[in-house]
């Protein structure tokens, strides 16, 4: 594919203008919204994503079966409904007359593809875990526009799970065709479609007219990679994109003072924290996790380095989501706690380790906070920066010390948000503190098979007690979300789940 000029027809038009005598008026391009990302994707093969800067960009080329509402309810898309059979089967009846990128006719044939492709142990995506209750062998076409989906026991949160974006259907010829390259060559059945790849630099996608909604406004959509937050927010003020995602919060009364933007503020299922390698000394010894989560003043990072970007953390999982424990233990600062702690696991005269972030201001500004606090206990910590995409890699082999990250648990379902992070069985994805412990598994096994959502709370709030004492993380925040957008911008509705839509969104001349 040919690299895209970012010089528009309406800057050309413009300038031909002002050569000719005529008045200077600025000119709109109504034809393409540009996107500030704050990192680049790593892929758009919906089953090997683990990040959400590559997330956002699927939603825009994919559909799942079904789709989140406003509301974090679910909603019919490439099916139009559906009805359970028993509590371990469910029949999909699906949209006739749907398009893939490609032209090819989306079937039963291609949903069964998806997800047994997905879940192909040898392939070991990270999105398997979402779904690795289905039984994916026995998947049933019972006709094109019809498909049987089991599971191995009953999966009370299923439908949320096919309406996450690792749940995306992929056209099975366009994988037979690109093979490993599928990745770099995406095909859905969205609104979008890649037109142009430039890599580290943007993402720039072309309206699908035969979209089953309906075409999208724009015609062309650009995700702009921009990690550093200050230079989205001058990006936004100066009309270089048109949405900017995570405002950074020195920067969110600007935005919304200025007579060109507009600010979105709203409170997302993000729970950032700080994580340990409960494998790797001296934080495999439970008694030095509690004590690091003694010495820290939780409160003083939440304020210094997210300010209006969140609010302190209540527990081990975003407080919005349902089932969400307000009981667990939080380990308010203790000095004089943490020290015992530490001479109790032998070490009273301190000890010298890393953190590891990848390049982002609040990340950095949260390690400079805390090499402070632990000086006061003799450890000596130092800062390794590393680029996203070798982050995830590291964090995921067990490389690192302590590292920060955040989890959306975009479904709004407390199984996403603590299975993917403490299961043990998802070491090597989500699972970064690399979490084992026997009890905690059978919890979390026991509440995604549980049918009785009372039930299921009761388990969710036992799982959060458990994981709060073995203390594998230190909550610091929930995120509240902020979204700039240029004024001329219309119909942005902004998604709880932190993956924007764009497809009814346009521009105003």
């Known amino acids: 594919m040919k690299t895209i000029r970012l010089v528009t027809v309406t800057a050309l038009a413009a300038a031909l203008l002002i050569a000719a005598g005529a008045p200077e008026e600025e000119v ?19 089953h090997a994503v683990e990040d959400t800067a590559s997330h956002w960009i699927n939603n825009q080329i994919y559909d799942g079966l079904v789709r989140r509402t406003d509301d974090m309810g679910v909603e019919p898309a490439l099916a139009e409904s559906w009805e359970f059979i028993d509590d371990r089967t469910v029949e999909f009846y699906l949209r006739e007359g749907v398009k893939f990128h490609n032209g090819d006719e989306f079937t039963a044939h291609d949903v069964k593809f998806t997800y047994q492709r997905l879940l192909d142990e040898d392939a070991n ?23 049987r989906i089991p599971t191995d026991e009953p999966f009370a949160a299923i439908l949320t799970y096919l309406a996450h974006s690792s749940s995306f259907i992929i056209s099975e010829s366009a994988v037979e065709e690109y093979g490993d390259e599928f990745y770099a060559n995406p095909v859905g059945t969205g609104p979008f479609q890649l037109l142009d790849w430039d890599r580290g630099s943007a993402v720039h996608l072309e309206r699908f007219d035969d979209h089953w909604r309906g075409p999208a406004e724009v015609e062309r959509l650009s995700f702009r990679a921009i990690p550093e937050g200050s230079s989205r927010t001058i990006e936004l003020e100066t009309g270089g994109v048109h949405v900017a995602q995570q405002i950074p919060e020195t920067d969110l009364q600007r935005i919304d003072d200025n007579d060109n933007t507009v600010l979105h503020s709203y409170e997302a299922l993000r729970l950032e924290y700080i994580v340990f390698n409960t494998q790797k000394a001296p934080f495999d010894d439970e008694r030095v996790r509690r004590a690091i989560s003694y010495a820290i003043d939780t409160e003083e990072i939440a304020e210094v380095a997210f300010g209006a970007s969140g609010s302190p ?30 001479e109790e696991a032998g070490y009273g005269d301190g000890f010298e380790m890393t953190m590891a972030i990848d390049d982002n201001d609040e990340r950095r500004t949260v390690a400079e906070i805390l090499g402070s606090q632990f000086r006061d206990l003799g450890i000596d910590m130092s800062i390794e920066v590393y680029e996203w995409g070798a982050y995830l890699s590291m964090t995921a082999a067990g490389e690192h010390d302590m ?25 090597g994805a989500a699972n970064r503190s690399h979490t084992v412990v026997e009890e905690l598994d059978e919890l979390l096994e026991r509440g995604v098979n549980e049918p009785d959502e009372a039930e299921r709370e009761a388990i969710y709030r036992e799982a959060q007690e458990l994981i709060a004492e073995y203390a594998p993380i230190i909550p610091m925040v929930d995120d509240v979300e902020s979204v700039g957008v240029r004024r001329e911008v219309t119909n942005f509705n902004p998604s709880p789940s932190g993956y924007h839509l764009f497809g009814k969104v346009g521009i105003e001349n």
């Open 28 to 46: 709109v391009d109504t034809d393409h919204l540009i996107v500030a990302n704050f990192d680049e994707t790593q892929s758009m093969d919906p």
């Open 125 to 147: 995506f990270v999105g398997a875990s979402r779904l690795a209750m289905v039984d994916a062998e026995n998947i049933e076409v019972v006709d094109d526009y019809t498909v």
């Open 313 to 342: 953390a209540q527990g081990v999982m975003n407080s919005s989501i349902w089932a969400f424990n307000p009981d667990v233990y939080m380990y308010d600062q203790d000095l004089d706690r943490a020290r015992e702690l530490l």
């Open 403 to 427: 590292a920060q990250l955040a989890w959306l648990a975009s479904t709004g379902d407390p199984h996403h948000a603590l299975h993917p992070n403490y299961y043990s069985g998802n070491i």
